[in-house]
C-alpha cells in the first residue's frame, strides 16, 4: 500500500503548489494595480500641482510687474514701449490662465479659479483705458485694488495646491505600505507552504522507509 501514501502526498503537494501559483498570480496583479495608482498619484503631483503652483506663482510675479509699471503711469505717463510691455503682459497672462485651466481643479478650486477669471477680465479692462491714454488716479487705485483682490485669490489657490499636494502625499504612502504589506503576507504564506511540503516529503520517506521493512505493506 506505499503507492497510496506516495500518491496522496504528491496530490497534497501538487494543491499546495498551485495554490503558491495562484498566490503569485494574484500578488502580480496586485502588484501592478499599485503600481498604477502610484503612478497616477506621482504624476498628478507633478502636473495638477507643482505645476499648477509654477503657474499661479507667474502670475504672481505678471501681475506685480504690471502694477509698478502702471504706478509709474501715473507719474510720467505710459510710453509706446511701456504699452508694448503691458500688451506683452497680459498676452503672457492669458497664457498662463489657459495652462492653469488644463490642470485637475477640485470643486474649491474651480470656485476660486472661476473668482480669478472674473478679476483678471477687470484688470485687463483697466489696464487697457490706462493704455488708452486715461492714466487718471481713481484708475489706477481701481486697477491696484482689482490687483490686490487678484493676489488674494493667487494665495487662495496656492493654499488649495499645498493641502492637495499634502493629500497626494498620504495617498502615495498608504499605496506603497500596501504593497509592502502585501509582499509580507506573501512571503509568510509562502514559507509555510515550504514547511508543509517538506514535512509531506520527509513523512513519504519515513513510510517509504517503513514500508520497505514492513513486506505486510507492500
Given at each position: 500500500m506505499k503507492w497510496a501514501y506516495t500518491i496522496r502526498n504528491k496530490t497534497k503537494a501538487a494543491i499546495l503548489l498551485a495554490v503558491v501559483l495562484g498566490l503569485t498570480?494574484?500578488?502580480?496583479?496586485?502588484?501592478?494595480?499599485?503600481?498604477?495608482?502610484?503612478?497616477q498619484s506621482f504624476?498628478?503631483?507633478?502636473?495638477?500641482?507643482?505645476?499648477?503652483?509654477?503657474?499661479?506663482?507667474?502670475?504672481?510675479?505678471?501681475?506685480?510687474?504690471e502694477q509698478d509699471l502702471i504706478q509709474s503711469a501715473a507719474d510720467m505717463g505710459l510710453s509706446i514701449a511701456g504699452k508694448e510691455k503691458l500688451a506683452a503682459h497680459r498676452a503672457n497672462r492669458a497664457s498662463l490662465m489657459a495652462q492653469y485651466?488644463?490642470?485637475?481643479?477640485?470643486?474649491?478650486?474651480?470656485?476660486?479659479f472661476s473668482q480669478l477669471q472674473a478679476t483678471l477680465g477687470e484688470v485687463d479692462r483697466l489696464e487697457k483705458e490706462i493704455a488708452g491714454g486715461q492714466a487718471a488716479a481713481p484708475l489706477i487705485n481701481a486697477h491696484d485694488a482689482a490687483t490686490a483682490e487678484a493676489f488674494a485669490t493667487l494665495s487662495a489657490l496656492s493654499d488649495i495646491q499645498t493641502?492637495?499636494?499634502?493629500?497626494?502625499?498620504?495617498?502615495?504612502?498608504?499605496?506603497?505600505?500596501?504593497?509592502?504589506?502585501?509582499?509580507?503576507?506573501?512571503?509568510?504564506?509562502?514559507?509555510?507552504?515550504?514547511?508543509?511540503?517538506?514535512?509531506?516529503?520527509?513523512?513519504?520517506?519515513?513510510?517509504?522507509?517503513s514500508a520497505s521493512r514492513d513486506p505486510s505493506l507492500n
Open positions: 498570480m494574484l500578488t502580480n496583479l496586485l502588484e501592478r494595480k499599485r503600481f498604477r495608482e502610484l503612478e504624476s498628478s503631483i507633478f502636473e495638477d500641482r507643482l505645476m499648477a503652483e509654477s503657474y499661479l506663482f507667474h502670475l504672481y510675479e505678471n501681475l506685480k510687474n485651466a488644463e490642470t485637475y481643479l477640485t470643486e474649491e478650486e474651480e470656485v476660486q493641502t492637495v499636494g499634502a493629500e497626494l502625499r498620504d495617498e502615495s504612502e498608504r499605496i506603497i505600505l500596501g504593497s509592502v504589506s502585501i509582499s509580507h503576507l506573501e512571503m509568510t504564506v509562502l514559507i509555510i507552504i515550504a514547511i508543509i511540503i517538506q514535512g509531506l516529503i520527509f513523512s513519504s520517506r519515513t513510510l517509504l522507509g
